[in-house]
T-cell receptor
Framework: DTAVSQTPKYLVTQMGNDKSIKCEQN?????MYWYKQDSKKFLKIMFS???????INETVPNRFSPKSPDKAHLNLHINSLELGDSAVYFC??????????????FGPGTRLTVL | GDSVTQMEGPVTLSEEAFLTINCTYT??????LFWYVQYPGEGLQLLLK?????DKGSNKGFEATYRKETTSFHLEKGSVQVSDSAVYFC????????????FGTGTRLQVFP
């Protein structure tokens, strides 16, 4: 069974549309993350949730809204898509312990293309 | 703020050559250090990690030692294979900075037979 799964794997859409990406983990972790990888492969944290509570909200436009219905799911909704939103979005999860020592496990990514 | 600096790629090697990918970091607290690997078309996989100074992480023939004195975590492998061709990311996680992973820019490794 896949540990961290994302759907869809590919998403092609027009500017101005609203879309969602879903993420699920079956590892029993209590923290989940969204990262964005740009065309140059640079990875940057967007959000993290711990036990359904928002912990990290980096400088991300408010068109992006994460939602965590339970500890195993963290979805990403994007309103009014723009060309610059084209990227690969990775979901990740980890246990939360002290010191940031825990490994984050990544999903396979969702490649979003905005036309 | 915290940051990670990696050597620019691509790194191009022949099979069985020795690999070094340099990584240095800046952190406020006491970070844990990671190497992740991304094979073409796939997500990130943890390659190895070290959580305190002088720890050595190792996996699949790769190793890296957490050097606090030089704030470095260089990745090495004695004999690379074509199947090692991928993008390698150095990263840190610091409780002082909410445990988020801060990545370097990634280094593409290409190994030719």
């Amino acid at each position: 069974d896949t540990a961290v799964s994302q759907t869809p794997k590919y998403l092609v859409t027009q500017m101005g549309n609203d879309k969602s990406i879903k993420c699920e983990q079956n590892l029993g972790h209590d923290t989940m993350y969204w990262y964005k990888q740009d065309s140059k492969k640079f990875l940057k944290i967007m959000f993290s949730y711990n036990n359904k509570e928002l912990i990290i909200n980096e400088t991300v436009p408010n068109r992006f809204s994460p939602k965590s219905p339970d500890k195993a799911h963290l979805n990403l909704h994007i309103n009014s898509l723009e060309l610059g939103d084209s990227a690969v979005y990775f979901c990740a999860s980890s246990h939360t312990t002290s010191g940031g020592r825990d490994t984050q496990y990544f999903g396979p990514g969702t490649r979003l293309t905005v036309l | 703020g915290d940051s990670v600096t990696q050597m620019e790629g691509p790194v191009t090697l022949s099979e069985e050559a020795f690999l070094t990918i340099n990584c240095t970091y800046t952190a406020t607290g006491y970070p844990s250090l990671f190497w992740y690997v991304q094979y073409p078309g796939e997500g990130l996989q943890l390659l190895l990690k070290a959580t305190k100074a002088d720890d050595k992480g190792s996996n699949k023939g790769f190793e890296a030692t957490y050097r606090k004195e030089t704030t470095s975590f260089h990745l090495e492998k004695g004999s690379v294979q074509v199947s090692d061709s991928a993008v390698y990311f150095c990263a840190l996680s610091d409780w002082y900075n909410t445990d988020k992973l801060i990545f370097g820019t990634g280094t593409r490794l290409q190994v030719f037979p």
